[in-house]
């Protein structure tokens, strides 16, 4: 008998369900992005380390925040956040990955002892957002502006891809990559959609082997030879302002489909038949020919027939070209992919000054030069290892994505930690304003912001406690201290601006702007539910049975069952009392 004035507990999620909530669910979110922050926090800076990651498949090594971010796999609902906080700046500006977890981290960690003394999270989250939107505006008044047009504009592009490239595998051989990169930026510049599509514009070709001193730039199109039949070594390897004709057309004899009947009165004619299947063919061959095109490409396969057919006539062809090589040929050459040969004429046809198929290493590259619409660019890396390549172009696209966010912004302030210092002044200062807890809120928000400055000097093995002692006198007593930061080379510091350490202004308020938002994101969280996976794949997920009087729901391919057995029970019979699936009962639990 239940004591009177008792209830009995209400089940309102499935048997296995984790829950979590209040202040110790909070406090447990924020130790679980402490230790993701720890698995990228070493790779911060141009001393920072690599990670290898093996999946037992394929192993990576980088220092790439993003790259690792998404390799861990994690599984933690909250700690998620961080890796699409990291992928997203990845995507926006293509550098500061790392930069931007540490924020989200650091902020997090400064907050805790707020969450455990019982400050509501609300407060916290609003102060969070004040404080990073006078840190964002504080940066884009500190910000320097500058004319990409002029030489000096063009300086200051070399000198933030080289910042870029400076934490890097490739750092050694800036000198080599950072030209190189402006110069395939700038000229998508030139068209007002052009950085629109930088990675449809710029492709990244890798070739194992020789030495990364002889990675190029093609101002054009280039992609590696796709297969061929025999009678292509035949064919002219180099032109001189050719034709160039795009196709995603098929070129090759095709046989007749399977259980094909055809009918025919006497022996004669099946010749007929057949000829008429090479008449096809070779009308779509001459068609061709005769619209005056030099160069023969196309999405789908080109035959052998066709292949000797171009060779015979001094015509180049390629079949089975990547669709993203196809549309970088159509937007540099001025071609239009034709999806048949009838009706070709010379407007659809593109041109360049110089074709030639080149050999590179261990691959043999068709090269398209004086493209008449400059826009599209080829960059070929070369390398010991295949990992040393892959991380090369990870490399390199962060420094576009840079080059690309500084032509846009046309603004750039001081890397080495030197910005985030002078926003930390800013915000102490400021938070002497305040009245209340936000003083103190804001406060440590100022203090999580030195993290970078702190990590850089961790990370080259310096004592940060000095360094950040003397950049704080720095930027509180001298006037013109505002862009002083660490000093890797010789562990002290120095005026990171004048050493030309530049990073585009957007880099720096994207990221406090997402680990602001992201930390206000985990301390919104106060319960967790994690519902168990179901043991009966076709299991309904959420649906209890009870025999006394609970709710069951039966999917619809159990209905019709459900009804005759209402009916044989009308009539006295037996019921079967099969429960439908993802429905049983539970014993203890208002059942048996």
């Known amino acids: ?29 924020i130790n679980a992005c402490q230790a993701i922050s720890d698995a990228v926090r070493t790779t911060l800076g141009p ?49 500061g990955t790392t930069s931007v977890v540490l924020l989200a981290v650091e902020i997090l960690k400064q907050m805790k002892p707020f969450v455990e003394e019982g400050v509501h999270p609300q407060i916290l989250i609003r102060n969070i957002r004040s404080a990073a939107s006078i840190a964002v505006q504080k940066i884009h008044s500190l910000a320097v502006a500058f004319d990409t047009s002029s030489p000096e504009g063009k300086e200051m592009l070399l000198k933030t891809a080289s910042t870029a490239l400076n934490s890097k595998l490739i750092a050694s051989h800036q000198d080599l990559f950072a030209p190189m990169i402006v110069d395939a930026v700038t000229s998508l510049a030139s068209h007002p959609d052009g950085l629109d599509d930088l990675r449809g514009m710029i492709a990244i070709k890798k070739i194992p082997g020789g030495d990364v001193r002889q990675s190029f730039l093609v101002k ?26 795009l196709l995603n057309v098929e070129l090759e004899l095709k046989n007749e489909k399977e ?3 055809v009918r025919i009165e006497n022996p004669e004619e099946y010749q007929s038949i057949v ?16 619209c005056g095109a030099n160069i023969v490409l196309s999405k789908l396969p080109i035959g052998d027939l066709a292949t000797q057919y171009f060779a015979d006539r001094g015509l180049f062809c390629a079949g089975r070209v990547e669709e993203g090589d196809m549309k970088r040929v159509a937007k540099a050459t001025g071609a239009t992919v ?21 050999q590179v290493g261990d691959e043999r590259f068709n090269i398209f030069t004086g493209c008449p619409c400059s826009l599209t660019s080829t960059m070929i890396l070369r390398g010991g290892s295949e990992q040393f390549i892959a991380e090369s172009e990870r490399s390199i696209h962060d420094a576009l994505m840079v080059v690309k966010r500084s032509l846009k912004s046309q603004s750039v302030v001081a890397g080495g930690g030197a910005v985030e210092l002078e926003v930390a002044k800013h915000l102490r200062e400021h938070a ?70 530049w990073e585009p202004s957007e880099n720096k308020s994207n990221s406090l702007a997402s680990a602001a938002e992201a930390a206000g994101v985990i301390l919104s969280i106060d319960e967790t539910v994690v519902n168990p996976r179901s043991q009966d794949p076709g299991a309904a997920t959420g649906m209890m049975g009870a025999p006394g009087g609970g709710m069951s729901q039966k999917p619809l391919s159990n209905m019709m069952g459900g009804a005759m057995d209402a009916v044989n029970a009308g009539k006295g019979g037996s019921r079967s009392g099969n429960l439908g699936g993802g429905v049983s009962y539970l014993k203890g639990r208002g059942g048996g």
Not at 1 to 20: C, H, K, Q, V, W
Not at 227 to 236: I, N, P, R
């Open 259 to 261: 259980n094909a009947e």
């Open 220 to 245: 054009g199109v280039a992609f590696k030879k796709t297969f061929s039949y025999a009678g292509f070594e035949q064919m002219t390897k180099k032109f001189q302002r050719p034709k160039i004709l």
């Open 338 to 358: 034709q999806t048949s040969t009838n009706g070709i004429y010379e407007g659809v046809l593109g041109t360049c000054e110089e074709f030639e198929e080149k």
């Open 47 to 95: 001393r920072g380390m690599d990670k290898l990651i093996a999946d037992g498949r394929k192993v990576t090594i980088s220092n790439d925040g993003a790259t690792i971010m998404r390799l861990l796999e994690v599984e933690h609902p909250a700690a998620k956040t961080l890796v699409d906080i990291s992928m997203s700046q990845d995507a926006e500006v293509g550098d």
């Open 432 to 501: 002497l304003s305040i009245d209340g807890k936000g003083q103190l809120i804001v406060n440590a928000f100022a203090k999580a912001l030195e993290i970078v400055p702190r990590q850089l000097c961790d990370n080259a093995g310096f004592d940060s406690n000095d360094i950040l002692s003397a950049l704080r006198r720095k930027h509180a007593q001298d006037e013109d201290g505002k862009w002083y930061g660490v000093d890797i080379e010789n562990g002290d510091i120095m005026d990171t601006f004048e050493a030309g350490i």
């Open 275 to 290: 000829d008429a299947e090479w008449q096809v063919i070779y009308d779509k061959l001459d068609a061709c020919v005769q």
């Open 1 to 29: 008998m239940m004591p009177y004035g008792m209830r009995p507990g209400i089940i309102l999620l499935r048997e296995g369900t984790d829950t979590s909530q209040g202040k110790a669910q909070l406090i447990s979110n």
